[in-house]
């Protein structure tokens, strides 16, 4: 009966939570652990609508209580690592490396994972960006957030590389803050990057009408001068 009546609940939180209605998912999430205290999976969906709700503590909590019963779950070390990665991206970093352990090819923990690492000042992140980000663009989801924290990151010959290698593919990404950083880059380097100097303002200025971004704006303004 205690496994008819958790199923149930499970199955009602599910439908909720698939009909953008997180509050009766999460009601009904919190019954279906009543009836079952150590049900992973209506753990870690009771953190997802947690989330949903911008309750980002209680979440954080409800998929770390998740990861107690089943420390190899991979949803919650995903969700645990994405939740951390803007405050605590060393931490974040160790659960999205937990996570490649499990399943190696998933391009979301591998994403994640090099951005973390990133944010750590860590100098593995930019072997981890590499094969990201010269590869098709819609593998790589993030471009704004990886062109804030190049741009925040201290000058190194991995991070010049790793923009060179961006400004080469034949389709940039879509973010105007990225192509402002990458020209300047590549104004910086040596005159041999005169052609793919030239490419990029070509792409910039192609993109002229969409570029509203003030501090991309100002970079390219420089980067021209």
Not at 192 to 212: C, G, H, P, S
Request: glycine letters at 4%; hydrophobic letters at 50%; one cysteine or more.
């Amino acid at each position: 009966m205690i496994e008819a009546e958790y199923g149930e609940w499970l199955a009602r939180g599910e439908a909720h939570q698939q009909a953008a209605r997180p509050i009766d998912a999460m009601l009904c999430y919190r019954q279906a652990l009543k009836s079952n205290r150590n049900a992973v999976q209506a753990q870690f969906q009771l953190g997802e609508v947690l989330r949903d709700l911008g309750r980002r503590e209680e979440a954080l909590a409800a998929f770390r209580m998740a990861l107690t019963w089943q420390p190899q779950h991979l949803p919650s070390l995903v969700a645990v690592a994405d939740l951390l990665r803007a405050t605590a991206p060393a931490e974040a970093a160790a659960h999205y490396q937990r996570a490649a352990a499990l399943d190696p090819r998933n391009a979301e923990v591998r994403e994640g994972l090099a951005l973390s690492l990133l944010a750590s000042d860590d100098s593995r992140a930019f072997a981890q960006l590499a094969p990201l980000v010269v590869g098709d663009a819609s593998s790589f989801r993030n471009w704004d957030e990886l062109s804030r924290m190049l741009a925040a990151t201290a000058p190194s010959s991995g991070k010049s590389e790793l923009l060179r290698s961006i400004g080469s593919r034949p389709d940039f990404p879509p973010s105007s803050f990225l192509l402002a950083i990458v020209i300047e880059s590549a104004v910086a380097g040596s005159p041999q990057d005169k052609d793919r100097v030239l490419a990029l303002f070509d792409v910039a200025e192609r993109r002229a009408a969409t570029i509203n971004d003030p501090e991309a704006l100002r970079r390219l303004a420089v980067a021209a001068a």
